[in-house]
């Protein structure tokens, strides 16, 4: 069946008619909402999204289920293989990279290598370290070839990309392209938004509820334990009073310590930071439960901010058929995505948008720019935004779409593969991030950069992470932990207490 739009899919069908759509070159097998289906009665404190379910045998012969299609397979360095580094590790050392303060005719320098052998030498790492790179949310799938020509221009995008400045070496055009697509994509009305190509996730954070501090001064904010640090660092940065909520066993926001935190400060505006997709577990908070819980509260619209960090899943979840729905068109204020995450770029970077109506709130006329202050940095990186829009014109809507299904397909064989060799894991439902018991071998947790907490680890499956990759992987936690035996829960109710054992 192949990978295309759904006609039910309200957001990616609301995009505005000048996104263009790539034609399919070859299908991409499965659908990645076969999974089991779970009643929504049943409470998330049994675990049940966390579920490791198994499938029969007969459902095995995978083939290449899941493998990103030709428009989404940008692979110009090989980052779906595995590359050995066998080179001199001295040449990356500190007495190797350190600049001289004295000429090099200095006796002390006389042993400096050259600084193509020491570029040569990281190119090798690199090459090896990205190509086991498991633990963080990085798509390796791209070839911005075409672009490097670019790397000579100093592409600054000072001020508010909307308003021209006196700086004319910029790629604002490209910036409001960008920001005009995931406007459309998360259903936001023409000329009904703002939002700007930041400089990373954390930067979308810290601009939202920026923007929440000045429209609501004495308001609180309330955040899931499981939500991005970045969060209480906004909190902490702007001195807001806020509130830890509990997180449930799956990592999404306890929706009844958010309710008894919101009636504690009933007379104070509600600022709400919701995850869509946890940092760690890939947990989505469901936004439609807190805006029916604000509404039986009889909190009104002018009293409430919500922000959705999606550093991962908001640039996700519209391309997954009967996902919720993410959308400007429910009473939500603000959304921040990575760009180097799903979409793939050589350099963190991120786009966060908002209402229009909002930034007035910040906005200010810079003589100097003969421009607007509407953002958090002063100096933008431009390049950032020219990379974006190549990877979104090149992919294009199908090609997002086959990327976004073949990664949660790999997920769920992954989580499959490790459950049948016996070791404890869990993948929630809309996640590509799948969990597991921590290794106990803190060489193995290097070598595959794995993202740990307490006694459990994570693997987020993306584009350029193969079912090749995930048979080595999961054969070496095998021999390894043969050898050096499992991990045990630190505490009765750990995190990987908590988590379910393969049935």
């Not at 936001?188 to 429209?215: F, M, P, Q």
């Not at 499992?486 to 908590?498: D, F, V, Y």
């Amino acid at each position: 069946e192949k990978a295309v739009l759904s006609s039910s899919s309200t957001n990616v069908r609301s995009l505005r008619s000048g996104i263009a759509f790539r034609k399919a070159a070859s299908p991409v097998e499965g659908d990645a909402q076969n999974e089991p289906e779970i009643s929504s009665e049943t409470s998330v404190e049994t675990e049940v999204h966390g579920t490791s379910l198994f499938e029969d045998d007969d459902d095995e012969d995978i083939g290449h289920v899941g493998s990103a299609s030709p428009w989404a397979q940008f692979d110009s360095w090989g980052a779906s293989e595995i590359h050995n580094f066998g080179g001199k590790s001295y040449l990356m050392e500190p007495e190797s990279v350190r600049i001289p303060l004295t000429d090099r005719s200095d006796p002390a320098n006389k042993n400096l290598p050259s600084e193509t052998e020491i570029l040569d030498e990281y190119e090798e790492l690199l090459r090896h370290r990205s190509s086991v790179h498991l633990g963080y949310p990085y798509n390796l799938n791209y070839n911005n070839e075409e672009l490097h020509k670019f790397m000579k221009y100093s592409i600054n995008n000072l001020g508010d990309p909307f308003v021209s400045s006196n700086y004319g070496v910029h790629s604002r055009q490209f910036e409001v392209a960008v920001v005009d697509f995931f406007a459309s994509l998360w259903g936001a009305e023409k000329d009904s938004y703002w939002g700007y190509v930041t400089s990373c996730g954390t930067e979308g954070n810290l601009h939202a509820i920026l923007l929440a501090r000045e429209l609501h001064p004495d308001g609180v904010l309330y955040a899931s334990n499981d939500s991005h640090y970045s969060i209480f660092k906004a909190a902490k940065y702007y001195r807001m009073d806020s509130e830890p909520i509990k997180s449930r066993s799956g990592g999404e926001i306890d929706y009844q310590h958010l309710e008894r935190k919101i009636l504690k400060h009933k007379d104070r505006p509600v600022i709400i930071s919701l995850n869509i997709g946890t940092t760690v577990k890939g947990a989505v908070d469901d936004l439609d439960r807190v805006l029916r819980m604000l509404h039986s509260l009889g909190i009104p619209r002018e009293k409430y901010y919500i922000h959705c960090d999606g550093a991962l899943f908001a640039s996700m979840i519209p391309f997954i058929d009967y996902a919720p729905t993410l959308s400007f068109q429910k009473p939500i204020d603000s959304i921040a995505v990575s760009g180097h995450k799903m979409l793939g770029c050589p350099m963190p970077c991120g786009i966060t948008v908002t209402r229009k109506s909002h930034i007035k709130e910040v906005e200010e006329h810079i003589a100097y720019l003969n421009s607007v202050d509407t953002t958090i940095m002063g100096s933008r990186n431009g390049q950032a935004a020219l990379y974006l829009w190549y990877t979104l014109r090149r992919k294009g809507l199908e090609g997002l779409k086959a990327e976004v299904l073949g990664s949660l397909e790999n997920a769920r064989h992954l989580r499959d593969t490790l459950g049948q060799r016996g070791i404890r894991c869990q993948l929630n439902d809309l996640s590509t991030t799948v969990v597991m018991e921590k290794p106990v071998c803190p060489q193995f947790i290097k070598k595959w950069q794995l993202a740990c907490e307490n006694d459990i680890a994570h693997v987020v499956v993306m584009p350029n992470i193969t079912r090749e990759k995930i048979g080595v992987f999961v054969d070496e936690f095998v021999a390894m932990r043969e050898e050096n035996g499992a991990m045990e829960p630190m505490w009765p109710k750990s995190p990987l207490s908590r988590l379910h054992k393969w049935r």
